[in-house]
């Protein structure tokens, strides 16, 4: 019988199978390299509402994650029946079943698994992710070399202080705070851990009970025992034990304490620096999963706003501190806190557009595209594309929180109950401006009016070295300035200078277009589009 092929991937044999699905050793025909793909049928996802979420959060957590100790995963593909999700694929066994084969490890042994999991949880911690299911039927090995998955259990928390409450994973690998139904931080994974290498060295996880009740009980009541009888362990592992095993996880080891005890400095920041950002890496998942889909790549040039939103942001917050540091008096650093309070605005209306109340109505600009459908909404990928979002904006919003309290503080030491722009060419905003401020919310209009001020006050301020014969001097505010004035028109500029078909947003041809403009040219089209801006604000 031939191999099934789907895509790019034929399917030679099945390797492993679970509750929802099998899992193929498959091999992808293009470049002939193996890889993992677990088929779930579609009408799982239908018969169990949790399997949806399982699924997303491995996906989603995978692709953040890029450490040589985490099973990577690829894309995503779909049939007429079946969901194929594709993973690096690993030639060796589980630790499981090394346990089961082989029996205890000797003390290198466990140790040397045991240290390529820190390294995995390195990336994991650095995140603020809980796997929350670590066991060794989880743990895999290719050529020798550990490989964590199984994700489908795992949560993101804001901050590594940051509580859950539900009991997952397995019984006999929970802390006891799990196991109590009491509230749990990101060092519940620590005591998982422990009971890891103590399964690896004694054969055995160090409390077995045959019910829950028992051990409950067990745990509360039993200090860990070491079996000098089963296997000779040195102290210094012991008393590591001891430190991941305790039971009070105020007084468990840190994960801190623990990279510092059990990584050389070279594995600490080589586990770190190859931590991706977030934003970034999550758009290359969607890039990969929704290639082929028309409909998604209009929704992700719709979650590309917020990209872009972000990234002007972030030149506000440079430019303006180098505003405060150098001294200068200029409305530009006050201007740049309204901008901050628009594109926020901007942010929660695509959010809600996107997630809240999606329908064609709400993109006015797509909406003779025939490829969006309001059934999108039914899909699992289209689910899973509002979890991103969701996440998304609330990286945003923390990024936000710190230039935001910034902002306030310059706003009044600024005005200190006096009128700001008193002999400015900002006098006639002011009565305006205490206006809007009284109220709960500034309209849109208004702030459009201020950011194009902002723009303006730029302009002015550096018109000089934009004239500057050297091609350097001024630059980087004329672009900043170009950026910010197309977030005015923000539907517009997607709509007539973005390539649908290029989803990656830095990737964009307007970018290395925007690059080769000399200044004089790019300052005649900021001239032109403030004109254009101001006649649509003011008409």
Aim: glycine share 2%; with cysteine; charged share 25%.
């Amino acid at each position: 019988m031939s191999a099934k092929v789907v895509e790019n991937y034929s399917l030679l044999e099945v390797i492993g199978s679970g509750q929802y699905g099998k899992v193929y050793k498959a091999v992808n025909i293009k470049n002939n390299s193996l890889v993992a793909v677990k088929v779930v049928k579609i009408e799982k996802f239908k018969e169990v509402p949790k399997l949806e979420e399982f699924t997303m959060n491995e996906i989603q957590t995978l692709a953040r994650i890029n450490n040589p100790h985490v099973v990577k995963f690829i894309e995503m593909l779909k049939s007429s029946r079946n969901y194929y999700f594709v993973y690096e694929y690993c030639n060796g066994s589980t630790l499981e079943a090394i346990i089961q084969e082989q029996g205890v490890q000797t003390e290198k042994e466990a140790l040397y698994y045991f240290r390529q999991l820190v390294q995995a949880f390195q990336s994991l911690v650095s995140e603020n992710i809980m796997h929350r299911d670590l066991k060794p039927s989880n743990i895999m090995l290719h050529n020798g070399q550990i490989k964590l998955g199984d994700f489908g259990f795992c949560k993101a928390l804001n901050t590594a202080q940051d509580l859950s409450t539900t009991m997952v994973g397995s019984p006999i690998y929970m802390a006891p705070e799990i196991l109590k139904g009491q509230e749990y931080t990101i060092k519940a994974d620590i005591w998982s851990l422990g009971c890891v290498l103590y399964e690896l060295l004694y054969g055995i996880c160090p409390f077995e009970e045959k019910t829950m009740a028992q051990l409950m009980l067990a745990v509360e009541e039993r200090e860990i025992q070491f079996l000098d009888n089963v296997n000779v362990v040195s102290q210094t592992t012991k008393d590591l034990l001891l430190k991941m095993l305790t039971k009070d996880y105020n007084k468990r080891i840190n994960w801190k304490e623990l990279f510092e005890r059990e990584l050389t400095y070279a594995e600490r920041i080589k586990n770190t620096e190859q931590q991706p950002n977030q934003i970034q890496q999550e758009l290359s998942l969607n890039s990969q999963r929704n290639k082929e889909s028309k409909a998604f790549k209009y929704l992700l040039m719709e979650r590309n706003k917020i990209f872009y939103l972000y990234k002007v942001v972030e030149e506000v917050l440079e430019l303006s501190k180098d505003e405060r540091d150098e001294q200068r008096e200029s409305q530009s650093v006050y201007c740049g806190y309204l901008l901050m309070k628009y594109i926020c605005y901007l942010i929660e209306m695509i959010r809600m557009n996107l997630v809240e109340k999606f329908n064609v109505s709400a993109f006015p600009h797509l909406a003779k595209k025939q490829e969006l459908q309001n059934d999108i909404t039914k899909t699992f990928e289209y689910k899973s594309f509002c979890t991103l979002i969701q996440k998304e904006v609330e990286t945003a919003r923390k990024m936000f929180k710190h230039y935001q309290e910034e902002a306030d503080k310059f706003f009044k030491s600024q005005t200190n109950g006096q009128h700001i722009y008193q002999g400015t060419e900002f006098a006639h905003f002011e009565n305006e401006l205490q206006r809007e401020l009284s109220t709960s919310e500034i309209s849109i209009t208004f702030m459009k009016k201020l950011v194009l001020k902002y723009c303006e006050d730029m302009k002015s301020q550096f018109l000089q070295q934009f004239l500057d014969k050297n091609p350097q001097s001024g630059s980087k505010q004329l672009l900043h300035i170009e950026k910010t004035l197309e977030s005015l028109i923000l539907d517009e500029f997607f709509e007539n200078c973005m390539d649908i078909q290029q989803i990656d947003l830095e990737q964009q041809n307007y970018f290395a277009i925007l690059n080769k403009y000399t200044k004089a040219d790019l300052l005649q089209v900021i001239t032109n589009k403030m004109d254009y801006i101001r006649h649509k604000l003011y008409k």
